[in-house]
Every structure is written in structure tokens, then in C-alpha cells.
């Protein structure tokens, strides 16, 4: 592994251990030239997926491009970095395992909002305003009534538990 410090091509490992989720093997090194450290992370990658975007291009998915979508989604939101990571995770995963080689914009941006419905109802709509290009606050307003059309029976549901 080359340092990202100095250039120098070849690392040192000195130490090795699972990430928190079990999903990636992280690894500290240290660069024998410069003598800079920095960690690594090893993650199974089950394909190459393709993202198809809406106007034909096609790129190669980027885990860091939806792991930084969620997270601006979630900026100063009460959820951790751990748990993003988890969904990150699970969406990668998900998307390895149920699609060939290339996958849509909107079958990842479906599928992001999906879950940040079941984590935070305001990154869900963060996230929504950009990936559906709300233009006025009538689509907001629209929006969100859909939102307490899906929250009233958990709510509901809730509150007969608690009686």
C-alpha cells in the first residue's frame, strides 16, 4: 500500500482487527519512509456494479459517494457515525446481492430513501428534497403529508402499547 504521506510504495501492517460490524478488516500501517501512520479498511466487494444514471452515462458505484449522501442527510441529526455505516453496509450489500452489474440511480435512490424512513423521518426528507428536485414548498408540504399518512399507525400503535 502506497502512503498517501510521502508516495513511499511500500507500508508496513502493524495491526490487523475487524471492523465493529464485522463487515471490513481495518488495518493500522506505517510508512518505514516518512514514518506517518493511517489506517485502512478491507471490505469484501461481491461485484462491480455500474450506476445507470437518468441520462444513459454510465460510472462505476462509489460506496464513499453514498455513504457522504447519507451522512449530509443525517448532518446534526442524533444518529452515529457506526450506525450509518451499518446502512451504508446493508444497502451495498443489498445491491450487490440482488443485481447483476448495473444498478439505476433511481433503484439506489429508492432504496436510500427506504431506509432513512425506517432511521430518521427528517434526513428522509432531507433526502427526498434533493433526489425528487422539490422546486416550490407546495411539494415539501405534499411531501411531508405523505410522511404523517406513514407515521400515524406506528404512532397509533405506539400509544395503545402504552395503555
Known sequence: MKCPFCGFDDTVVKDSRNSDDNTAIRRR????????????????????LTVVKKNGE???????KLFRSISIALRKRPVSAERIEKVVNSL?????SLYEN???????????????????HIAYIRFASVYKDFKEVKDFEEFVKTIDELVKPVLEHKETENE
Open 92 to 96: 451495498v450489500r443489498k445491491f450487490e
Open 58 to 64: 454510465r460510472t462505476p458505484f462509489d460506496r464513499e
Open 29 to 48: 500501517r506505517e510508512c518505514p519512509e516518512c514514518g506517518s501512520r493511517f489506517t485502512t479498511f478491507e471490505r469484501v466487494q461481491l461485484r462491480d
Open 102 to 120: 448495473e444498478i439505476s440511480t433511481n433503484e439506489i435512490g429508492q432504496a436510500v430513501m427506504e431506509s432513512l424512513s425506517r432511521l430518521d
